[in-house]
């Protein structure tokens, strides 16, 4: 690691009132913006929706979104859009909203309303939105990446829409769009940031800048999720929205690798909510790549006073306890699937980012640790 950079343009806010943020913002500029808000639907619904609307000039709202965004439904919001002369974007959701929402953007500063035709190297023939990024859960770290995930639901194929003109303007992180979220979803985009952060640092892509973020991120994790409740507090709240900024911060750098790759079909042929399909490799993954991160992982135990990696995870198992399901057979993986599941979970551009170099054997192992 002679050599090394590390990169990031999104400018950061926490805030107790995301609103008033995004008002004061806008009111940095010279003119009125015209506006284009994405949002899940139940968001229209509530009080925040109706306070937000009248702090903006009469934005556009798009609230059809798909729970892990396929190629149409980014293309219906494509068409949704595209004689709108979009100058800013405000996306308030999770990784399904704000991946929507870069898509959107991507088309608009290309000039390309082909959802197909996106992914494809194309010219910059317009200004770029601004992108202002309200994240509604502590896990995606969408808010601060380049990177939109699209899902091809009739080939069963995962497509990432990678730019760099497409890191949002701003993440603006309010503890209050997150603290009623349910248990289930609370633990399964903890789980996600925790495997953005172990993924960051296994990662030839790895700097000493990457590290650093990605090991905080485990330390507020470990100390924080066991918390996670019907009523979860503040505090926890709070910590567990930080730690998830500290990982998105981390793997922004440097991509996922093997656990992202191996969770793709998982996900889209098993209906695996994402974190929990990305977080369950992790185990078996700290034992193949640790003696390259054995400094760093002792770092992590000393700081949480764990005395090895066994206590560790028998702790976080010991968190998640029955609140969620975390084997392959219980979302119906078959046994003889497993060698099958090895052959497709090879993803380019996030497996070969992995420290060691893995097999089919290596992964189907690590598949059947996790059934």
């Known amino acids: 690691m002679n050599k090394w950079s590390y990169y990031n343009p999104v400018k950061i806010q926490y805030s107790d009132d995301y609103i008033q943020s995004i008002a004061e913002y806008l009111k940095t500029f010279d003119k009125t913006l015209n506006t284009v808000l994405f949002c899940y ?21 798009y609230s059809d979104i798909e729970e892990n965004p396929s190629l149409t439904s980014c293309q219906k919001a494509i068409d949704a859009i595209k004689n709108t002369n979009v100058e800013i974007i405000i996306a308030i959701g999770g990784g399904s909203v704000i991946d929507t929402a870069k898509v959107v953007r991507a088309s608009l500063y290309k000039n390309v309303f082909d959802v197909n035709e996106l992914f494809k190297k194309a010219p910059i023939n317009k200004n770029i939105p601004k992108l202002i990024a309200v994240p509604t859960t502590h896990g995606t770290g969408s808010e601060v990446t380049m990177w939109a995930t699209v899902w ?58 990457s590290t650093q973020y990605a090991i905080q ?45 191996m969770s793709y079909p998982l996900t889209l ?12 490799p992790l185990k078996p993954l700290l034992n193949i790549n640790y003696k390259l991160i054995s400094h760093d992982i002792c770092k992590i135990l000393y700081m949480l006073n764990v005395k090895d990696i066994v206590e560790f995870w028998d702790k976080i198992y010991s968190f998640i306890g029955n609140k969620i399901k975390f084997t392959l057979c219980e979302y119906g993986v078959s046994k003889k699937d497993l060698e099958w599941l090895a052959s497709i979970s090879s993803t380019k551009g996030r497996i070969e980012n992995n ?8 992964i189907y192992k690590i598949l059947k640790s996790m059934y």
């Open 41 to 61: 639907q139940w968001f229209e619904n509530t009080e925040r929706f109706d306070c937000l609307i009248q702090a903006l000039n009469k934005p556009v709202v």
């Open 355 to 362: 420290l060691v170099d893995l097999e089919m054997e290596d």
């Open 152 to 209: 091809d639901k009739e080939k069963k194929e995962k497509k990432s829409l990678s730019e760099i003109e497409n890191y949002p303007t701003m993440a603006l992180y309010d503890v209050s769009m997150v603290k009623d979220l349910p248990v289930k979803i609370s633990i399964t985009t903890t789980m996600d940031a925790l495997s953005h952060a172990f993924e960051a640092i296994w990662n030839k892509n790895r700097n000493p800048v």
């Open 269 to 280: 042929k098993y209906n695996i909510p994402h974190g929990i399909a990305c977080s369950m």
């Open 217 to 261: 991120a485990i330390k507020l994790i470990y100390e924080n999720i066991g918390e996670i409740q019907d009523n979860t507090s503040y505090e926890t709240r709070r910590n567990l929205l930080i730690a998830s900024a500290y990982a998105g911060l981390a793997f922004s750098n440097t991509r996922t690798a093997a656990a992202h790759s």
